[in-house]
């Protein structure tokens, strides 16, 4: 498995591992009004958005492949405004692949380019209470929980979904 920079042609596969809205909203929570979205709506949001765009230097949008094509995606943005922590974000995995490990390979290898090629001191991780499964790839990736006293809640399909706050640090990476 290895990475890359996200490409346009890239959406309409990633777009296809989202065939309910509840796996749709568990990859991007409550960032896209509607459901399903097109590859011009995904486009949009990471680059062609006059304006409401992320910053272009802070945001990177990935995907992993293997000898098959892609098998997942994630966002790299850097939060705090001095480039030492990134964030992981739009994390999805085909969803053919899901449970297999896939997930905590990419998100290992994520880990590696942010300390290694993005200079980050620390990576956060922000994961719904309910997707448990995502969760356990964090984890098993190497990402410690973060105590919060007040998590922050989306409300989605009129229920609250708590995010958990996971980060990994460099120094301790390195010295496990």
């Not at 943005?77 to 974000?89: C, E, T």
Request: with cysteine; glycine share 8%; charged share 30%.
């Amino acid at each position: 498995m290895y990475l890359r920079p996200y490409k346009k042609e890239d959406a309409n596969t990633i777009l296809s591992w989202c065939d309910d809205e509840t796996i749709f909203r568990k990859w991007v929570s409550d960032r896209y009004d509607s459901y399903p979205i097109t590859e011009k709506d995904m486009n949009n949001k990471y680059f062609e958005c006059n304006g409401d765009c992320p910053e272009t230097d802070n945001f990177y949008p990935m995907v992993a492949c293997d000898e098959n094509g892609i098998i997942g995606h994630f966002i790299l943005r850097y939060v705090g405004g001095d480039h030492s922590i990134l964030r992981i974000g739009f994390v999805i995995i085909d969803n053919k692949r899901r449970g297999s490990g896939y997930g905590t390979k990419m998100i290992q290898l994520a880990i590696e380019y942010a300390f290694r090629i993005g200079g980050a001191e620390q990576i956060t991780i922000g994961v719904f209470e309910n997707n448990t499964s995502a969760y356990r790839c964090y984890k098993a990736a190497g990402f410690k929980d973060v105590d919060q006293e007040n998590n922050e809640v989306y409300e989605i399909f009129g229920e609250k979904w708590k995010i958990l706050e996971l980060s990994i640090n460099k120094n301790e990476y390195y010295d496990n």
